[in-house]
């Protein structure tokens, strides 16, 4: 018996650097009944070489690449979800890592929690030969500004996940990434996620990455929030939401006010 089919959904740009090790965390996996989609963003590098060295898997080119990455990357998994035909939908960065037991865990997961339609596993950030383990869950997606987990660690079944990227619309605020837009749906609409207290997912941080956790201060840090405020805002009166002002909307704005 195969069991449930599941898609692995795979966004890839210019990264043939990790993209081997990614394939193979899938295709080592315990669980068997896999396809997987990469979808690559017009890499200039030998990704799709390194795509090519293997079997079954189905490449999705895209010969036009946008200038928002956040943008590229939802378009990346939309596209590679319209080809995909599986029951449970599993995103992954082409530079993070699947443990090899992760989708044995999650499907045992769903078939033991019926009524769960998504969910999410805990993150390991990976850098360079330093693992962090993210082992508090109750921060994730508990207030208005959550904490919320990686592209990487995101599970949903099919019907959830298209109902999911019906209302995050990304086509506007291009700039606003997957994770904090599926953040919302779950939290203020679905209201019904699980967050599995595992560590399954390795996310891998660069350099540029954990540098930028440093620059709170600068003009780029203060607009992208801003711009997440707005987008927050917008989400809110789309789907009849009431939207509270805080204290952190007021300061944002205050600040972007004085530095633009």
């Known amino acids: 018996m195969k069991g449930i089919k599941v898609s692995v959904l795979i966004a890839n740009y210019n990264n043939e650097k990790y993209l081997t090790e990614c394939i193979d965390s899938i295709k080592k996996q315990t669980y068997?009944?896999?396809?997987?989609?990469?979808?690559?963003d017009s890499?200039?590098?030998n990704s799709i070489k390194r795509i090519n060295k293997y079997k079954n898997i189905t490449?999705?080119?895209?010969?036009k690449r946008g200038k928002y990455g956040s943008y590229n990357q939802m378009n990346a998994y939309y596209r590679a979800f319209k080809k995909s035909k599986?029951?449970?939908?599993?995103l992954l960065d082409s530079d993070d890592l699947f443990k090899k037991n992760k989708i044995k865990?999650?499907?045992?997961?769903f078939l033991?929690?019926?009524?769960?339609?998504?969910?999410f596993d805990l993150p390991i950030y990976k850098y360079r030969n330093k693992l962090k383990f993210i082992k508090n869950k109750k921060k994730i997606i508990s207030?208005?500004?959550?904490?919320?987990p990686p592209q990487s660690c995101i599970v949903m079944k099919r019907e959830e996940f298209k109902k999911a990227i019906k209302k995050i619309n990304f086509n506007l605020f291009p700039d606003i990434w997957m994770d904090f837009r599926i953040g919302l749906y779950l939290k203020y609409i679905k209201k019904d996620f699980y967050i599995l207290d595992k560590n399954l997912t390795y996310y891998r941080q660069s350099q540029e990455m954990i540098s930028s956790n440093f620059k709170f201060l600068s003009f780029a840090w203060w607009q992208r929030r801003k711009q997440a405020h707005h987008y927050v805002k917008y989400f809110f009166f789309k789907n009849n939401i009431r939207h509270v002002i805080n204290l952190d909307y007021l300061l944002t704005n205050f600040i972007n006010y004085f530095i633009r």
């Not at 068997?32 to 690559?40: A, G, S, V």
């Not at 207030?143 to 919320?148: A, G, H, K, V, Y």
């Open 32 to 40: 068997q009944n896999i396809e997987i989609i990469i979808h690559d």
């Open 105 to 109: 865990t999650v499907i045992n997961t």
């Open 86 to 90: 599986g029951e449970i939908i599993f």
């Open 59 to 63: 490449i999705i080119k895209n010969r």
């Open 43 to 45: 890499s200039s590098d």
């Open 112 to 119: 033991k929690n019926k009524k769960i339609s998504s969910l």
């Open 143 to 148: 207030n208005f500004w959550p904490f919320i």
